[in-house]
């Protein structure tokens, strides 16, 4: 499994479920990106769950793709939710104030719970 | 203040060399009695800088040389990111936060350079390339030395 790969994407209704891990960076932003936008794009995705629990690094790339997929969702009522992320991640999400705009969990159960 | 080690490292111009960037300046850091979060802190920074290089300084032209050199001072680690791309018309617009020429970009790539280090001198001349180089205090030393 390469770095930065979403190892499973679930769908549920319209919600989908990404678990990522290894480094989120300009290495692995483009494909991550392009991957993330066929499903929104083919499934009609509203809330985009993304589970970082697996996610050992993120820079600003990595939040671009993050925040992308927030601006895409948005204008319809959709979300992206972060779930479970490590210290370290979840210091960068904060000083870039992405997690004062996007909800976020401790695990999957509560962020399913809070869209179902 | 003299360099007590001193390494020099150039790679090609491609995304994947970030994450060989950022732990190899990382595993050199760790010379120093660095805590994890300052080990956490310095690899968000190199992202950053080399990240610049590759999408700013060489627009994804992945044949061109990135530059990096990382010096162990007693007091703390310097980083010195170069490239020989476009260069940075405007340094302080540039530098704003959430300024961004690509709105896939968060804009915040000067920001964790300049929150995660001590001192930050971004020097540019268009056309022919930029230098970043961060400076961070480590250790007990680095904290003497931050407070003078």
């Not at chain 2, 162990?72 to 010195?80: D, R, T």
Request: aromatic share 6%; with cysteine; proline share 2%.
């Amino acid at each position: 499994m390469l770095a930065g790969d979403a190892d499973r994407y679930r769908t549920k209704m319209d919600a989908l479920l990404v678990r990522l891990s290894g480094d989120l960076d300009l290495g692995v932003a483009d494909k991550l990106r392009i991957t993330l936008d066929e499903h929104l794009n083919t499934k009609k995705i509203k809330y985009l769950i993304m589970n970082l629990s697996r996610v050992t690094f993120v820079d600003s790339s990595g939040l671009g793709v993050i925040l992308g997929r927030y601006k895409k969702l948005t204008p319809f009522g959709g979300k992206v939710i972060l779930v479970g992320a490590q210290p370290q991640v979840k210091r960068i999400l904060e000083l870039s104030g992405l997690m004062q705009i996007m909800e976020s969990y401790l695990d999957e159960a509560n962020a399913l719970a809070k869209i179902v | 203040m003299k360099a007590v080690n001193c390494c020099s490292i150039e790679f090609h111009s491609i995304a994947e060399n970030v994450s060989f960037a950022r732990v190899a300046v990382a595993a050199f850091a760790s010379q120093l009695d660095c805590t994890l979060p300052e080990l956490e802190e310095i690899k968000v920074a190199v992202s950053e800088a080399v990240g610049n290089a590759i999408i700013h300084g060489y627009r994804k032209q992945t044949d061109k040389t990135v530059r990096l050199t990382v010096k162990i001072y007693k007091e703390g680690l310097e980083i010195i990111v170069e490239d020989s791309g476009q260069g940075i018309d405007d340094i302080d617009l540039a530098m704003q936060p959430a300024y961004s020429t690509d709105p896939e970009r968060m804009g915040l790539g000067f920001v964790f350079m300049q929150s995660f280090s001590d001192r930050l001198r971004v020097e540019s001349t268009p056309g022919l390339g930029t230098t970043v180089t961060m400076f961070k205090h480590i250790g007990i030393r680095g904290a003497k030395a931050r407070a003078n």
